[in-house]
């Protein structure tokens, strides 16, 4: 028997129960702390490329709308006589992609309120209701989401 093997119960083990249960939770935090800088890194991103649009190019399209037209009826319009005009879109709106981030954080406390409450005192009514009210929040965004990306504009661009 090694220096790190040790008896519990007369079943052997390698390390305690207790030090391999430290050593998943730590690494479980250095996986989320992991995704967190991840995020960080992308949202710096986007507040630094959005913050630093001085020509005022931020989504903006050259196209013709081709909301319900085929590539040919464009290229028909454009061997016409047309041309392709510059649009330039506002942005998605702020205030439902705040609103889908508001609601899966909403989600997300729900499910973790279900579960600490569940484990804290035992109640499995409470596992329910924050199982299902997180369930219903999850849907809520991707109707929103839907919502987002059926506002985005389609466009063609030929060259």
Same mark, same amino acid.
């Given at each position: ?8 119960d ?27 800088? @991840? ?6 991103? +986007? ?30 319009f454009?061997?016409?006589?047309? @041309?392709?005009?510059?649009?330039h ?9 705040? @609103?889908?981030a ?15 409450? +569940? ?12 199982? @299902? ?15 987002q ?5 389609? +466009?063609?661009?030929?060259?």
């Amino acid at each position: 028997m090694t220096t790190t093997e040790q008896h519990y119960d007369g079943i052997s083990h390698h390390e305690a129960p207790e030090v391999v249960h430290h050593r998943q939770r730590l690494g479980i935090w250095i996986f989320i702390a992991g995704d967190v800088v @991840s995020m960080c890194a992308l949202l710096f991103t +986007y507040l630094y490329l959005r913050g630093t649009n001085t020509g005022g190019h931020w989504m903006s399209i050259e196209g013709v709308p081709a909301r319900g037209r085929t590539m040919e009826q464009i290229q028909a319009f454009l061997e016409d006589g047309g @041309s392709m005009v510059v649009n330039h879109e506002s942005p998605l709106s702020r205030g439902l992609a705040w @609103s889908i981030a508001a609601v899966v954080v909403a989600s997300a406390i729900t499910l973790w309120w279900g579960e600490r409450t +569940y484990h804290s005192r035992g109640e499995r009514m409470s596992l329910r209701v924050g199982t @299902s009210g997180a369930l219903l929040l999850t849907v809520t965004s991707l109707v929103l989401i839907v919502m987002q990306l059926r506002s985005v504009p389609q +466009y063609w661009r030929t060259e």
